[in-house]
Structures are given as structure tokens and as C-alpha cells.
């Protein structure tokens, strides 16, 4: 059975664990729930507990059967009270977690993607750059050219 990938780096882990690749959508869940070709197949989706439950419900409508299965919990930590200029952020329950702790206010913001973006706008606090496709060293790239060219802090 083919897996459909959520992006570039999980396709290259099933590949390199012996599996076969269906699909490759540009990342991220919500992308594979629209991009995949998954009309009249039988889907398994494992996924985090706090995965969006619009994506699984877009999932279901367009697949013959679908299987949702939490397969992992995240629990997010506050981070240090260290001063910082930027936060990087990798995924929404990162965002959680520095939030338990500290305020955004005053902190140049990168996403790593647009769920991760949308889940920081969701809070009030809209990055200043988001990779697209979500990527880490394309979000980085981004917030160095910020940085480089000068842009005021917000």
C-alpha cells in the first residue's frame, strides 16, 4: 500500500524505511487533505492528538472510508525567560507551549509553515514570515532576509 506523504522529508523517511510513495503534497496536513487523490480509497491517517479536526473531517469527505487514529500526544513546555528578538516556530503546539510562559509582544515571528501560521494568527499574534512549502530552512532563510535588510522589529 502506497503512503501518501505530508511533505519532501516524510516521503524520503518512507522510502528510506522500504516503503512505497503514493503522493507527495507540499506540506503539512491540510494541503494532503485537498492535494491527495484519495476519491473512493480506503485511508488510515495517523496523526497527533492536536491535529486540526477540520483536516481529518476534509479527510473523511473525500475518502470511501477513513481510519483516524491519534497515534502520539504532544505536550508543549513553556521555554526560558531568556530576551529574544525572533522565535522560529515549528508547529502549532510550539506556539502552546511558549505561550504558557511568555508573551509574543514585541518578537519578530516565522512560521514554519501555514498551519503553524494560522495557528499563531488563531492566538492573535500573526508571523512576519511563513515558509512556503513549510520548511525549516526556508522559514530561517526568511527571518535572516528580515533581519539582513533592515525591517524594524515590530
Given at each position: 500500500m502506497?503512503?501518501?506523504?505530508?511533505?519532501?522529508?516524510?516521503?524520503q523517511?518512507v522510502?528510506?524505511?522500504?516503503?512505497?510513495?503514493?503522493?507527495?503534497?507540499?506540506?503539512?496536513?491540510?494541503?494532503?487533505?485537498?492535494?491527495?487523490p484519495?476519491?473512493?480509497?480506503?485511508?488510515?491517517?495517523?496523526?497527533?492528538?492536536?491535529?486540526?479536526?477540520?483536516v481529518?473531517?476534509?479527510?473523511?469527505?473525500?475518502?470511501?472510508?477513513?481510519?483516524?487514529?491519534?497515534?502520539?500526544?504532544?505536550?508543549?513546555?513553556?521555554?526560558?525567560h531568556?530576551?529574544?528578538?525572533?522565535?522560529?516556530?515549528?508547529?502549532?503546539?510550539?506556539?502552546?507551549?511558549?505561550?504558557?510562559?511568555?508573551?509574543?509582544?514585541?518578537?519578530?515571528?516565522?512560521?514554519?509553515?501555514?498551519?503553524?501560521?494560522?495557528?499563531?494568527?488563531?492566538?492573535?499574534?500573526?508571523?512576519?514570515?511563513?515558509a512556503?512549502?513549510p520548511?525549516?530552512?526556508?522559514?530561517?532563510?526568511?527571518?535572516?532576509?528580515?533581519?539582513?535588510?533592515?525591517?524594524?522589529?515590530?
Open positions: 502506497p503512503a501518501f506523504c505530508v511533505g519532501p522529508a516524510t516521503a523517511a522510502e528510506g524505511a522500504g516503503g512505497v510513495v503514493g503522493y507527495v503534497g507540499r506540506g503539512g496536513a491540510a494541503d494532503l487533505a485537498e492535494g491527495a484519495l476519491d473512493g480509497l480506503r485511508v488510515v491517517f495517523p496523526h497527533s492528538a492536536g491535529t486540526d479536526r477540520r481529518v473531517d476534509r479527510i473523511r469527505s473525500r475518502a470511501a472510508r477513513l481510519e483516524d487514529r491519534v497515534v502520539y500526544h504532544t505536550r508543549p513546555r513553556p521555554p526560558s531568556e530576551p529574544v528578538d525572533a522565535v522560529l516556530f515549528g508547529s502549532p503546539s510550539a506556539v502552546d507551549g511558549w505561550l504558557m510562559g511568555r508573551s509574543l509582544d514585541g518578537i519578530v515571528l516565522a512560521a514554519i509553515g501555514a498551519t503553524t501560521a494560522r495557528h499563531l494568527t488563531e492566538r492573535g499574534h500573526r508571523p512576519h514570515v511563513t512556503d512549502p520548511d525549516y530552512r526556508q522559514a530561517a532563510r526568511l527571518l535572516a532576509r528580515r533581519s539582513n535588510h533592515g525591517i524594524p522589529r515590530p
